[in-house]
Each structure stands twice: as structure tokens, then as C-alpha cells.
């Protein structure tokens, strides 16, 4: 039998991500933040106006992972939960002064790090690149349904 080798999609942007984040988390390394970057970004964007359950759906995260996302940069001093006043079952997404200081240097470190990986990359080349992301993206989800991850099905 003949067995043909074929790398998957995933191990190259798997791969090309953690080396991201590597260079990242060496970056705000200063900062006292482990992980969680860009939900920190984002939820100090929306200082007080977004949930826990609107950072899940606009992250595409499941609610368990938030409320580990929020546990986390909580306890390192970054955010913290406020009850909604207007729905008490509710909780807000608040920054703390620490976490105000450190954004500006994080997404500053997210530009740098855009700007080298992007290095001799074309604007047009970028742009088709964000396309087929998009469209990877878009062919995955009609093959995420129950019946296709059935694993009693043959």
C-alpha cells in the first residue's frame, strides 16, 4: 500500500501563529500579561458596554472560554465584572488603571509585529490573502454540523 503524505492547511497557520503569539508575548512581556491579548484590546475598546456573551459571539468563542478569558485577565489585574444596572443578570466587561496603561503598548506591539510579518507583502497580496482566510473560513462551517461529526457514521 502506498501511502501519499499531505500537510494539512492548519499545521502552516497553526505554525505561523504561535510564532506570532511567541513574538508577541516576548514583547509585553513587562506588561504582567500572560495571553488573552487581543481580548484585552478588545473589551477595553468597549469599556463597560460589552458582555461577557457579547465577547463570546463577537470573539466566536464558547461562554466556558470566556468566562476563563475573564478569570484570567481579571486575575492578573486587568479587568474586572460590574453588573449590568439596566439587567442585573448581566455582568459588564470593565478595564482596570493597569490594564488602561497597557492596551496603547499592546497594540503598539501589534503594529510593529503587522508591519514585520507583512514585510514585502503587497497591500493587493494582503488583501487576496484576508479573502481566502475568509473563504477557508466560510467552507468550514457547511462541514462543522452534527451529522458530519458523527463518528458512529461510516
Known amino acids: 500500500m502506498e501511502v501519499k503524505l499531505i500537510e494539512p492547511i492548519s499545521r502552516k497557520l497553526n505554525h505561523l501563529g504561535r510564532a506570532y503569539l511567541s513574538l508577541l508575548a516576548k514583547q509585553v512581556e513587562p506588561l504582567g500579561i500572560s495571553r488573552y491579548y487581543y481580548a484585552l484590546t478588545y473589551i477595553c475598546y468597549h469599556d463597560g458596554k460589552l458582555t461577557q456573551k457579547a465577547l463570546a459571539n463577537e470573539l466566536g468563542k464558547d461562554k466556558s472560554l ?15 465584572r460590574e453588573t449590568n ?4 443578570r448581566e455582568h459588564l466587561l470593565r478595564v482596570t488603571d493597569k490594564a488602561k496603561e497597557a492596551v496603547p503598548q499592546i497594540i503598539e506591539a501589534f503594529e510593529i509585529l503587522n508591519k514585520n510579518i507583512t514585510e514585502d507583502i503587497s497591500e493587493e497580496e494582503m488583501k487576496i490573502f484576508n479573502i481566502v482566510l ?6 468550514l462551517k457547511p462541514l462543522n454540523t452534527p451529522e458530519n461529526n458523527d463518528e458512529t457514521k461510516s
Open 66 to 80: 470566556i468566562v476563563t478569558i475573564i478569570d484570567t485577565l481579571s486575575e492578573q489585574g486587568f479587568v474586572y
Open 85 to 88: 444596572p439596566a439587567d442585573r
Open 134 to 139: 475568509a473563504k477557508m473560513s466560510q467552507n
